[in-house]
């Protein structure tokens, strides 16, 4: 075989290029059937995914592709007339998809870039949500701290540990350099330092209050940065080079203290501040925040408010001490009126007791003295004895009635009476006087005026006799008038007793008592005067001296307790004058003040008692002797005994009365033993106790002992006979006291 040099052809260039189509086409097609299926695992993974039909129309779209080129591998060399059909209708079916895909992603694309807005826009949000959470923190920091500042100054009321405590717990929690209170002075006029952080004993410094800085900040409510070289702000000095740390000023109000005295705190009537500076540490770069600056505000706030509550207790200690003060004292003088006025009672109660005895001697004896035969000129004296004695006894009950009243120890003795009798027996009484001094009285009752009455006719009596007496006492000649109505309801009220508030009803009605005199008369502005105790207007003391002043001040007294009221009218001196009073009085069987029946009084007369046994137990040899005189005046047999064992060896059945003077020693167990000793009540004597002692309690025990009776000395012969009377008739006779 014959070699041959001959070079194999080349590839010729259109065949290299169809070559290269035919893998490229290959590999292309690989890559359009890869894809799809990624797109299927992502869409399958992805549940969030808005647009998977977008996905969908995309992945048809490559597959197409694929197929395209896929299908072009056959077109490399001779093919069939089918091939040509496939090639072309994928190549439509590609365009077709294409196109629509290109339209979709046109409305598509805008959609996409707002979700990218969106998401920037959320972004955006959520760095302003951090910074809100920082501001969050920081607030609830602030309010932690505000809390913890709070406790700590309101766990004391006292305003210098308040003060203190603010200022350290200040510096520890914003880490101050220096922290300081200026208070204002007394006058006002100056700020005084008075409290420091660093510092343990300010030295007082005072600025003048009206400086520019000062009023800056007292013109507000927020904390405001000042300068560091500020009078307040120069707390203490800079050494060296280094830079002083901002400041800060913040007014603190002080409590409105118009009302209060409080030591050692400023009286202010208007509103005032204290200036609170705080200063950062020096030669720092650091600055006030704002919520730093916002809890020095509420700290301000808050020591304002426990400043006020440490005010508040301060005063209200003081006031309590102070009330304290005033109640021992009140405590004290109590304790002294009570002792003074133990001390008037038993005095008076001696006095009473002691002035009695004797009197019931002097009336007793000028009493059975003048049953006697007297010549004229010895019955003017005994009966000027008489007059004197019961007048001294007069001014003894006076003075006795007047200390009741001024204790309120003494009550209305209520009970039913004859008030025509009354008014009749007063004139009889009066009527002997009157003749002596020539003086005309008349006795005018109004028909309407009831008879029968319940109220305390002893009191009632009394007063009547007092006014009347002063008519009599005053009055040389001319007349004196009484008269006596039923107050109607129209002249009830008077403006001279705006207290007096009359009730009219069907249970009562009230008395008016009218006695008109032609004497000496009173000075108007002189009336008040009568009814004070001890007075009398100048004119009537001079022109008479016998009275005590006594009687008018006992009947006010006796009127403001029957519910009435008093007053006297008067044109000047020498025309005479009007006592006037008005008394509430019951009506019988119509009120529940008194069921006691009206009894009218006995006349007496001259009766005696002839043959009656009667035993005296009285340890004073006089009082014994004039009661047993008295007695046998009335034709009494008379024993007389000194002591409580001879009477009860003396007494018997046949002893029918048996008087005892209960101010003795055992005086009331006397009564007791002679219960024990006569066990039947028919068979023991009526026992009578004679006494001096005017008060309640000594006719209360005399009750309880089991007596019979109580009679109040002195005694005449006349009151004697009516005791013993009324003692036989009714089995018991307890005098009014």
Not at 33 to 55: D, N, Q, T
Not at 96 to 103: I, K, N
Not at 358 to 370: E, K, R
């Amino acid at each position: 075989m014959e070699s041959c040099n001959c070079i194999e052809p080349q590839w010729p260039a259109e065949e290299l290029l169809m070559k290269y189509q035919y893998i490229s086409d290959f590999f292309i097609a690989l890559a359009y059937f890869s894809i799809p299926l990624e797109l299927i695992y992502f869409v399958k993974k992805s549940a969030v995914f808005p647009y998977r039909w977008v996905l969908v129309q995309f992945g048809a779209f490559i597959v197409l592709c694929g197929a395209t080129h896929l299908i072009s591998l056959w077109t490399f060399s001779m093919h069939s007339r089918t091939v040509a059909v496939v090639m072309t209708i994928s190549k439509v079916l590609t365009a077709v998809v294409s196109c629509a895909t290109a339209l979709m992603l046109v409305h598509i694309i805008p959609d996409l870039l707002s979700v990218k807005t969106r998401e920037l826009f959320l972004k955006n949000k959520a760095a302003e949500l951090d910074r809100e959470m920082g501001l969050i923190r920081t607030q609830e920091e602030t309010g932690r701290h505000v809390r913890m500042l709070t406790h700590e100054i309101r766990s004391t009321l006292d305003r210098h540990t308040i003060l203190k405590t603010t200022l350290v717990e200040l510096g520890r929690t914003l880490v101050l350099e220096e922290c300081a209170l200026w208070m204002p002075t007394r006058t006002g006029l100056e700020l005084q330092l008075s409290y420091t952080l660093r510092q343990q004993n300010p030295v007082g410094y005072t600025v003048p209050i009206q400086l520019p800085v000062i009023n800056q900040v007292f013109s507000s409510n927020r904390a405001m940065k000042i300068s560091p070289n500020s009078p307040v702000a120069r707390i203490r000095p800079f050494a060296g080079k280094y830079m002083p740390g901002e400041v800060v000023a913040v007014r603190v109000p002080l409590l409105h203290l118009s009302n209060f005295q409080i030591n050692d705190w400023p009286e202010l009537s208007t509103r005032r501040y204290a200036l609170m500076v705080l200063m950062l540490p020096s030669d720092s770069a650091r600055q006030w925040h704002v919520h730093e600056l916002e809890l020095v505000e509420v700290v301000a706030d808050q020591v304002a408010v426990a400043l006020s509550h440490a005010a508040i207790l301060e005063e209200s200690m003081r006031a309590r001490d102070l009330l304290m003060d005033q109640n021992v004292a009140l405590d004290h003088a109590r304790r002294e009126a009570e002792t003074a006025i133990r001390a008037r009672n038993d005095f008076l109660a001696v006095m009473n007791h002691e002035m009695r005895t004797p009197m019931h001697a002097i009336i007793a004896l000028s009493s059975l003295l003048q049953e006697t035969e007297l010549t004229p000129e010895q019955r003017l004296m005994v009966e000027t004895i008489l007059k004197s004695s019961n007048l001294l006894a007069t001014l003894i009950n006076d003075v006795l009635d007047l200390s009741r009243l001024e204790d309120g120890s003494l009550q209305l003795d209520l009970g039913t009476f004859n008030l025509h009798a009354l008014f009749r027996e007063v004139l009889n009484l009066i009527k002997p006087i009157a003749s002596v001094k020539k003086l005309h009285v008349t006795l005018n009752l109004a028909p309407d005026l009831p008879e029968c009455v319940v109220g305390d006719e002893k009191r009632l009596m009394q007063t009547i006799l007092n006014v009347v007496g002063n008519a009599l006492k005053f009055s040389k000649e001319g007349s004196i008038s009484i008269t006596a109505f039923v107050a109607k309801s129209e002249s009830l009220r008077d403006s001279r007793a705006p207290d007096f508030f009359p009730v009219p009803s069907d249970d009562h009605f009230y008395l008016r008592v009218q006695v008109k005199d032609a004497g000496q008369g009173v000075n108007p502005q002189e009336i008040p005067k009568l009814f004070t105790k001890f007075a009398q207007t100048q004119t009537l003391a001079t022109r008479n001296s016998s009275g005590s002043g006594l009687g008018l001040a006992i009947c006010k007294r006796f009127v403001n307790l029957m519910e009435g009221h008093i007053w006297i009218e008067s044109e000047g001196l020498g025309k005479g004058c009007t006592v006037i009073f008005i008394v509430k009085l019951c009506i019988p069987g119509r009120s529940n003040e008194s069921k006691s029946p009206f009894l009218p009084k006995a006349n007496h007369g001259q009766a005696g008692f002839p043959g009656l046994k009667v035993l005296v137990l009285d340890y004073n040899g006089v009082s014994r002797m004039v009661t047993k005189g008295l007695l046998v005046h009335l034709g009494c047999d008379v024993t007389t005994v000194s002591s409580i064992d001879e009477c009860l060896h003396v007494v018997s059945q046949e002893h029918k009365v048996l008087f005892m003077d209960v101010c003795m020693p055992d005086g009331f167990e006397a009564a007791v033993r002679l219960h024990e000793k006569f066990t039947k009540h028919h068979e023991r004597p009526l026992i009578v106790a004679l006494t001096g002692n005017t008060d309640k309690v000594t006719k209360e025990n005399c009750m309880r002992v089991g007596m019979d009776g109580v009679i109040l000395k002195p005694v005449s012969v006349d009151k004697m006979r009516s005791v013993l009377s009324d003692l036989l008739e009714h089995r018991v006779l307890f005098e009014a006291m």
